[in-house]
């Protein structure tokens, strides 16, 4: 999914930026622009400096773990729901998976076992059929790789 340099972690946590270079690059006007920096603001993207500059926002160590607790709580809660629906066939896909993930870890293939491992958990998730927990870890997801990418850790995928 492509939201843009901010969302998808092209920008670096505390990197400077400016109105001018973000509007001529988005080519959009200055007002909308500014429309989605007060948004970006309030969901904590994005902070504004004392000098009236704009910062990417940043994420301390807490955070991190307290985003890794909220995630590895609800995938709990969600495993003990799917098992109770587990069929050979959902066995078996999640055994394909696993034996792609350690396939591509042996070709140190780390963006594939990445995806892999994100696909898996979200298998399970589907395998849970709850739709609020899977909401919640969507948002996530979402909020995690940006947020934890300046400390060298993705919370996205584990």
Not at 48 to 67: F, P
Not at 102 to 113: I, M, N, P, Q, S
Request: aromatic fraction near 6%.
């Amino acid at each position: 999914m492509d939201d843009g340099p901010l969302i998808d972690g092209e920008l670096m946590p505390d990197e400077r930026l400016t109105e001018v270079k973000l509007a001529e690059s988005l080519q959009i006007s200055r007002t909308p622009l500014r429309q989605a920096l007060q948004r970006l603001e309030t969901e904590g993207w994005i902070r504004r400096t004392s000098t009236g500059g704009i910062r990417v926002g940043s994420v301390s160590e807490l955070e991190i773990e307290a985003l890794y607790d909220v995630r590895s709580t609800l995938e709990s809660l969600m495993l003990g729901q799917a098992i109770t629906r587990l069929r050979k066939p959902d066995i078996s896909r999640l055994h394909s998976n696993l034996a792609a993930q350690k396939r591509a870890l042996v070709d140190r293939d780390f963006l594939a076992t990445a995806d892999l491992s994100e696909a898996f958990h979200r298998e399970i998730w589907q395998m849970s059929y709850n739709n609020v927990c899977i909401d919640f870890l969507e948002l996530i997801v979402r909020f995690s790789p940006r947020k934890c990418m300046g400390n060298g850790i993705n919370i996205g995928v584990f």
